[in-house]
């Protein structure tokens, strides 16, 4: 009769030794979901590119429309606490503002791929906008209208409509990433890179003020 002694303790099917941190698996999962869109998006691919397997990825997310579905969550989740900060601070809106466009700017640099996903999912009508996720979005862009709505009765904006400016501002934060084989071929550099972050914020910044009417 053998006591076992000695023997590795047998692992459940699909648990990795060294579990990968849920956000890594995300980020990778963004980044596939962007480039090749939900349907060609190979949950292998995945799996390799963060060393684990993909009974791995199973285990920790289901199926295939639920690690899509988390991944967009993850990354509007993540715009809306930026935006949700903005409204809520008790700062100056000119301060708040300089802010946010400085925040966003480093999210999306961080998450390459984040803008791409969310313009690929709108455009497509895929299943986490047309679903639950719908409401969210508009929630992100409702939260923004309010707070430059707010700028400019408090006399710090000076625009005649809310939500164009915000959706101006969103064209200047995700166009540039979204598409960013272009804009590394206008500028004839990478955009990804600490120096390339730190000049766009500054442009971000100016940008924004002044689609806001901020001297």
Not at 91 to 97: A, G, I, K, W
Not at 141 to 155: R, S
Not at 166 to 172: E, K, L, P, W
């Amino acid at each position: 009769m053998s006591s076992g002694a000695g023997n590795p303790r047998k692992r459940r099917a699909g648990r990795p030794r060294n579990p990968v941190a849920r956000e890594t698996l995300l980020s990778a999962a963004v980044s596939a979901f962007a480039d090749q869109g939900y349907a060609a998006a190979s949950l292998d691919r995945i799996a390799e590119q963060t060393g684990i397997r993909k009974s791995s990825l199973l285990h920790r997310f289901g199926n295939k429309e639920a690690l899509y579905l988390e991944a967009l969550a993850t990354v509007l989740g993540n715009l809306d606490e930026l935006v949700q900060e903005a409204a809520e601070s008790t700062e100056d809106f000119v301060q708040r503002l300089d802010r946010l466009s400085r925040l966003i700017t480093d999210y999306l640099t961080g998450e390459p791929r984040a803008a791409r996903l969310l313009f690929r999912e709108v455009m497509d009508r895929g299943p986490f906008f047309s679903g639950v996720g719908g409401p969210v979005f508009l929630h992100v862009l409702n939260t923004a209208v309010t707070f430059v709505e707010a700028g400019t009765a408090a006399g710090e904006f000076h625009t005649n409509d809310a939500a164009d400016t915000v959706m101006s501002i969103v064209g200047i934060h995700l166009t540039y990433f979204a598409i960013h084989e272009l804009s590394e071929q206008v500028r004839d550099e990478p955009i990804f890179t600490a120096p390339a972050r730190d000049r766009r914020r500054m442009q971000v910044v100016e940008q924004v003020r002044r689609i806001c009417g901020v001297s």
